[in-house]
């Protein structure tokens, strides 16, 4: 049944529906309630008092007001008293709304009354019931409302909160009619038992219209546990095809040489963290199964030259090389980085390793001859931009690829830059640290590896919370760094919604930055709008300390490697995520010098102050990205909102930890029994999920 027939909808409201992506009727299915209000009689109301509540009842009475700011009152009536609903204004319209002798439900706020009805509620919405009709007497059964997320394409159709929720009762009692196997379990009993979860009909009419309030959170648990079990079941699926179903290719060449010439040409000794990351990627290189390896790390962990290290590895192998950057900036600095290395290990070892940068905007005719160099092998690591998968891009023999700030690449991206390859192994660095539960939901078809500790050379960053009223003090403080040596970023947020207004905020500033403050000294800037070899002349400039202030949007945020630079002042700090901010501040103490970052705040509230207090308190970029989730939840996490494999209805990633943990279990262990799903009691996960996951099923590679 199309939905515009459901009591209540209509053309118009359809359309709205629609908008938010209600289409048919079992779209309502994961269409999850936010509150729920409990029905009580009149004579209850006391034991009620401030809460929000809803009381059915007929109109006994309209009593008008005898001076103008006095209250319409509307006298309700059930089998248990009377009590009073009292309007402000538009009394004419109310008057007229509410008719003598008809039945409504009202949804209030309980309060102290006067004199006769020693509790009145204080109106929030009403829904008109027809004691005639079966379906309303039916929806009056339940004792608890719940209540919807009133979007705003919805609230311009003049849906209130309860025709919502009425509306949302019709479409179930349609559907369960029309299509009963709609809610048929899509869960074996030996799993629902197992893990002791109501059945799915149960839980999807319990979350809707619960009969005591425990049962919202025992069905949450349930949908939600099966929103993390098949999600798990293709990331299960995903590792096990990827590992035995293609082959890869087994990078075996000893190592040894190639290990110690790496140590000299590094110059330094590898961290704990950095020696067992390399081993754990050397070994899957080895391996014949494909590489699939997530390393996560805080910024200047040392990321870069361990996958500088696994790069060698498989040119030593005779293989090419590529590193996907997720900016032309970032790819620039990997360049020269990865170049000047790659140099210097040539010298030690007398290989000749070439080194060749991919990005947009080059000229077509050099253009022409790295595409050359790129397809006949006269290079062998290739650094790029997303121009590394673009059609005329084709590789020799690309056997390895390290996808840098994965979280920037969609899904897709990755499959495309493997399809350039022989099924070359894969390194995917993220220069942020992700939360556990969101990296399994996430990335949950990658093995990890983790650097946990920075470098010892390293001090740790002094962080202070300043106000707009603390500036002309940290401008000072700048300029003494600035006159032993140092190098300072500003940085101004930009966020897409309001990107304009931003830049304009950021290039007035840089202005007073530049002819005022700082005006003695040689202040540059850098964003995401300028050119390129714009771009590269200020970043060269900076990097040769022609620049002792680098004002810039958010573009610097990944990756960028300047030493001498010690202080970074984030502007309007309150409008970034910790971890945004953190990585933010990991630009800065990269050398042996004592390094600042000083957040400046602009009307803060409490959570905001404990917030970005955390960031004053650790550097341990795990803490802070955990908090980080807990304050912003999941979706917001990644700074874009990723839309599908984070597009829960029913899981919180807060709270859910233990159950994504048992879902994963239930999940790899039952593919490693029966991997193609041929038991009859996984019958009804085959279903379910050829069903209901051929986008995954297709991308995933999964027959
Ligand atoms: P990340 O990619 O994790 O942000 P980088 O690999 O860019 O970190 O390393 C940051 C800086 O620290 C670089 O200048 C790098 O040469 C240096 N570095 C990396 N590992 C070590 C180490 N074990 N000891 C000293 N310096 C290191
Ligand atoms: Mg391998």
């Known amino acids: 049944m199309d939905i515009k027939y459901l009591k209540g909808v209509g053309e118009k409201r359809a359309a709205a529906f629609k908008a938010i992506g209600i289409d048919r009727l079992e779209d309502f299915l994961n269409f999850i309630p936010r509150i729920y209000l409990k029905k009580v009689t009149i004579r209850e109301l006391r034991n009620y008092f401030g809460e929000n509540v809803v009381i059915y009842g007929k109109v006994v009475d309209v009593e008008y007001p005898q001076k103008k700011q006095q209250p319409l009152k509307i006298f309700l009536n059930d089998s248990t008293g009377t009590t009073e609903i009292p309007f402000f204004g538009k009394s004419e319209f109310r008057s007229k709304q509410f008719r003598l002798n008809d039945n409504y439900i009202f949804w209030g706020k309980v309060d102290e009354g006067f004199g006769f009805s020693k509790y009145k509620l204080n109106y929030r919405d009403h829904l008109k019931i027809d004691n005639l009709e079966k379906n309303d007497l039916d929806f009056m059964k339940f004792p608890y409302f719940p209540v919807y997320e009133l979007s705003g394409e919805l609230k311009k159709t003049w849906i209130r909160p309860l025709l919502l929720s009425k509306i949302v009762y019709n479409a179930f009692s349609s559907m369960l009619k029309e299509n009963p196997n709609l809610t048929d379990e899509t869960l074996p009993p030996y799993i629902i038992e197992g893990a002791n979860l109501p059945q799915k009909k149960e839980s999807i009419l319990r979350i809707n219209f619960p009969l005591k309030f425990e049962d919202v959170e025992e069905a949450r648990k349930r949908l939600a546990f099966e929103e993390l079990f098949y999600l798990q079941l293709i990331f299960a699926l995903k590792k096990r095809s990827i590992k035995n179903e293609v082959k890869g290719i087994s990078f075996t060449k000893d190592i040894t040489k190639l290990k110690s010439d790496f140590l000299k040409a590094c110059g330094f000794d590898l961290t704990k963290a950095q020696e067992k990351v390399i081993n754990e990627i050397h070994a899957d290189m080895k391996s014949e199964s494909v590489m699939n390896r997530l390393l ?133 660095m993220t220069a942020t640290p992700i939360p556990r539960t969101l990296s399994l939901t996430y990335y949950g078809d990658l093995d990890v590896s983790i650097i946990d500790e920075l470098p010892g050379n390293r001090k740790p960053i002094k962080t202070f919370l300043r106000t707009d009223s603390d500036k002309q003090n940290i401008y000072k403080f700048v300029k003494e760094e600035i006159d032993k040596g140092r190098q300072a970023y500003i940085i101004y947020p930009l966020i897409e ?125 795990f803490l802070i990205a955990e908090t980080d989730m807990e304050i912003r939840g999941p979706g917001e996490f990644f700074g874009t909102r990723q839309s599908g494999i984070l597009n829960f209805s029913c899981t919180d990633l807060n709270k859910d930890k233990q159950l994504l943990n048992r ?28 069903e209901n996951f051929k986008d995954a099923v297709y991308l995933m590679g999964v027959a």
């Open 663 to 690: 879902a994963r279990d239930i999940a790899f262990n039952l593919i490693a029994s029966d991997p193609q799903l041929r038991k009859p009691e996984n019958e009804i996960i085959k279903k379910f999920f050829s």
């Open 497 to 621: 919604e309001s990107e304009k207004l931003d830049l304009k905020s950021a290039e007035e500033n840089y202005k007073i930055l530049k002819d005022r403050d700082f005006k003695e000294y040689n202040v540059g800037m850098i964003h995401g709008r300028i050119f390129s070899y714009e771009k590269d002349e200020v970043m060269q400039n900076f990097k040769d300390k022609k620049i002792n202030v680098l004002v810039s949007t958010t573009v610097i945020e990944v990756g960028i490697d300047i030493p001498n630079a010690t202080i970074m002042i984030i502007e309007e700090a309150q409008r970034f995520g910790l971890s945004q901010l953190h990585q933010l501040r990991g630009r800065v103490g990269r050398g042996a010098e004592q390094s600042f970052c000083v957040l400046i705040a602009k009307n803060l509230d409490d959570v905001s102050e404990k917030r970005l207090n955390t960031l004053c308190e650790t550097t341990d970029g």
């Open 296 to 428: 996560q790390g805080d910024v200047g962990s040392g990321k870069t030259i361990v996958s500088i290290f696994a790069m060698l590895a498989a040119v030593h192998n005779g293989y090419q090389s590529a590193i996907m950057c997720p900016t032309e900036i970032l790819a620039e600095q990997h360049y020269s980085t990865i170049t000047a290395f790659v140099n210097k290990y040539n010298e030690i070892s007398g290989e000749n390793i070439k080194t060749t940068i991919l990005i947009g905007g080059q000229k077509k005719k050099l253009r022409e001859e790295l595409l050359q160099d790129i397809r006949l092998g006269n290079t062998n690591i290739i650094i790029g931009t997303h121009a590394l998968i673009q059609e005329k891009v084709e590789y020799k023999n690309l056997g390895f690829v390290v996808i840098d700030e994965q979280h920037k690449f969609g899904v897709m991206q990755r499959a495309k830059l493997k399809e350039k390859g022989l099924n070359p192994d894969v390194l995917v």
